[in-house]
C-alpha cells in the first residue's frame, strides 16, 4: 500500500492538477512551486520510496519519467528555451514525499544549485 500523499493522488483520494496520465507515468503541478512551471512525474504502479530503492529491472520507469517531462515541455513550448528535471534523494536532498517523482522546473532562468549556504 502506498501511504504517501503521492499514492492517495494516484487513488483520486485528494486532487491534484493533473497534466499528464499514461499507463506507467501521472504527472501534475507541485503545490508549492519552485519556478513558474513545476511539475512532478510520478510512476503510477509500483511504490518505490527512494532513487536508492530501485532495482535495474525498473530502469526503463525512470526513463518513461524523462520522456514524459522532455514531452510536456515540448509540448507547453518550453523546450528551445530550456528546463531542469531533477530527483531528490533522501533527507540530504530535502526529499519529502517517499514515492519517487522527477520535478521539471521551467519557465523562467534558474538559479544554479549545490550545497545549502
Ligand atoms: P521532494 O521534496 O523532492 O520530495 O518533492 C516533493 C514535492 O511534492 C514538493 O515540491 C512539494 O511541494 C510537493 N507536494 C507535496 N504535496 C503535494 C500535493 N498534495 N500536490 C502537489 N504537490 C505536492
Known amino acids: 500500500m502506498n501511504d504517501t500523499i503521492f499514492g492517495k493522488i494516484i ?3 485528494i486532487p491534484a492538477t493533473i497534466v499528464y496520465e499514461d499507463e506507467h507515468v501521472l504527472a501534475f503541478k507541485d503545490i508549492a512551486p519552485q519556478a513558474p512551471v513545476h511539475v512532478l512525474f510520478i510512476p503510477k ?3 518505490i520510496p527512494t532513487l536508492d ?3 535495474p ?3 526503463e520507469l ?3 519519467l524523462v520522456l514524459a517531462a522532455a514531452e510536456y515541455a515540448r509540448k507547453e513550448g518550453l523546450a ?3 528546463y531542469r528535471v531533477v530527483m531528490n ?3 540530504h536532498a530535502g526529499q519529502t514525499v517517499y514515492h519517487i517523482h522527477l520535478h ?3 519557465g523562467a532562468p534558474l538559479g544554479r544549485f549545490g550545497t545549502a549556504h
Do not use: I, Y
Open 11 to 13: 487513488r483520486r483520494e
Open 45 to 47: 504502479q509500483v511504490h
Open 53 to 55: 530503492d530501485l532495482k
Open 57 to 59: 529491472d525498473q530502469a
Open 62 to 64: 525512470v526513463g518513461r
Open 80 to 82: 528551445e528555451d530550456g
Open 89 to 91: 534523494c533522501r533527507d
Open 104 to 106: 521539471l522546473l521551467a
